[in-house]
């Protein structure tokens, strides 16, 4: 009987251990860097332009940007 009941503790313990690990695995939240910033394309008089904001660390594309077509200086 002793020894069942040592064998359920250390059986409740561990599991109690392994749950509180990997709940904060769970929350913890990863920002991720907008360092790196490709033109993908160029603004002109007549066409918007695009650009690209990839995280520096992981390489995932988190944003995409319009760029406003560039007024002539005639106009």
Same mark, same amino acid.
């Given at each position: ?5 040592? &064998?359920?503790?250390?059986? =409740? =313990?561990?599991?109690?251990?392994? =749950?509180?690990?990997?709940? &904060? ?24 332009? #695009? ?5 520096? #660390?992981?390489?995932? &594309? ?6 406003? #077509?560039?007024?002539?200086? =005639?106009?």
């Amino acid at each position: 009987m002793k020894k069942l009941v040592t &064998l359920v503790l250390r059986a =409740m =313990m561990l599991f109690s251990a392994v =749950m509180s690990v990997t709940t &904060l695995a769970k929350t913890t939240k990863y920002t991720h860097p907008k360092e790196v910033i490709k033109v993908v394309k160029k603004a002109t008089c007549t066409e918007d332009g #695009k650009v690209t904001y990839t995280c520096k #660390k992981c390489g995932k &594309l988190l944003k995409t940007s319009k760029v406003k #077509k560039v007024r002539s200086q =005639m106009e």
